[in-house]
């Protein structure tokens, strides 16, 4: 009789599939994006962002929008001797792009442009966000359920290539993957230097 219930009866037809191959549907993915601390000034000294770092979005009580946590992931420097390689002409500034994912699952972490005001433990650095956080979700959408239930009939082996995609596949927070397998250009250990091609 409404949207909401025709939805949820194409949700329970995707989870009974899915059994079928002992694929649980997954809660959701945290939200992921970039995040840019900057300085005015010519840097003196290296200026580092250690990995976990956590910038936070701005809250808005009237809205009931509360802050959201994101983790820095890797170790980014801006070295004081290649400053210049960091500066940005447009904003007259030197900046470091990093990326984030946020501490939580869920839709709450997609974030707009220039929601990220604050960063913890980053003495010298100001940041801000030029672009939304996205790809965050409550839970696992049916055409991410349908993908790794379909992997679960070819990847019985996890050694195989469909047991890799499956396994790449159940990861939260991956957004996509790619088996570089036996044969493939990408792959460089079965590659013949003598008849310059991949064997396999």
Do not use: W
Not at 2 to 29: C, E, H, M, W, Y
Not at 45 to 53: K, N, R, S
Not at 129 to 140: H, I, K, Q, W, Y
């Amino acid at each position: 009789s409404t949207n909401a219930a025709v939805q949820s009866l194409i949700d329970s037809a995707f989870d009974k599939l899915a059994a079928n191959v002992n694929k649980p549907r997954l809660p959701g993915r945290p939200a992921v994006g970039q995040a840019v601390f900057y300085v005015a000034a010519k840097p003196t000294f290296d200026l580092t962002v250690p990995a976990g770092t956590i910038v936070t979005t701005s809250a808005d009580s009237s809205l009931g929008i509360p802050s959201v946590r994101f983790r820095v992931g890797g170790t980014f420097t801006l070295p004081a001797a290649q400053a210049t390689a960091f500066y940005n002409f447009d904003r007259k500034r030197y900046e470091i792009v990093v990326d984030i994912v946020a501490e939580t699952v869920g839709e709450s972490g997609n974030r707009p442009a220039g929601q990220i005001t604050s960063a913890q433990g980053v003495n010298g650095l100001l940041v801000t966000s030029l672009e939304a956080t996205v790809f965050g979700s409550d839970r696992e959408s049916n055409t991410d359920l349908a993908t790794r239930a379909l992997l679960g009939f070819v990847s019985v082996d996890t050694g195989t290539e469909g047991g890799y995609a499956s396994t790449a596949a159940e990861q939260v927070g991956l957004v996509k993957a790619k088996v570089v397998k036996s044969g493939d250009a990408l792959m460089m250990r079965d590659y013949d230097p003598v008849r310059h091609k991949h064997i396999g």
